[in-house]
């Protein structure tokens, strides 16, 4: 299974990027972990751990968002407890519980993204729109009806 960005880049990037997406997004997530530790409550600091789900995309696995996104969900938790006071601490459970629905939401779709087939070359690819124009024009010419993909309704 290709990704969008393997498909821009070919196969001799493929490999190198199964292992650099992960350990980006690792890298990310520490980083936004760190700046979470240092700012007290109140701050929407947790919305980052949205990034690494999203570049998770860029990569053929599809449980790393969900494996993300259980990372990102306890560094929220902890970020909670260890952050220094900041707004009503009631209102940064709120915040940060939506947070969490958010990444959750976000990693669900992004499994659904890499599990879903890759485009096939039939009815609404562009490279197929020229081949199926010539063999319209051909089937029309030849005096027959150009066939309809079976996938058109």
């Not at 997406?21 to 919305?47: H, K």
């Not at 199926?132 to 309809?148: F, N, T, V, Y």
Request: with cysteine; aromatic share 8%; net charge positive.
């Amino acid at each position: 299974m290709t990704t969008t960005l393997h498909r821009f880049l070919g196969p001799l990037f493929a490999p190198r990027l199964q292992l650099a997406v992960p350990v980006a997004a690792v890298a990310i997530m520490l980083a936004v972990f760190l700046i979470d530790l240092l700012t007290p409550l109140g701050y929407v600091e947790w919305i980052l751990y949205l990034l690494p789900i999203g570049l998770a995309l860029f990569q053929p696995r599809t449980t790393l968002p969900y494996a993300l996104a259980t990372v990102a969900t306890a560094m929220i938790a902890i970020g909670y407890f260890t952050s220094a006071p900041g707004v009503d601490p009631q209102l940064a459970v709120i915040n940060r519980t939506l947070g969490v629905v958010l990444t959750w939401t976000l990693a669900f779709v992004a499994h659904q993204t890499l599990r879903a087939p890759a485009p096939s070359t039939c009815c609404g690819s562009r490279k197929a729109r020229p081949r199926s124009r010539r063999l319209a024009r051909r089937a029309h010419a030849a005096g027959g009806r150009p066939q309809r993909c079976p996938r058109a309704v």
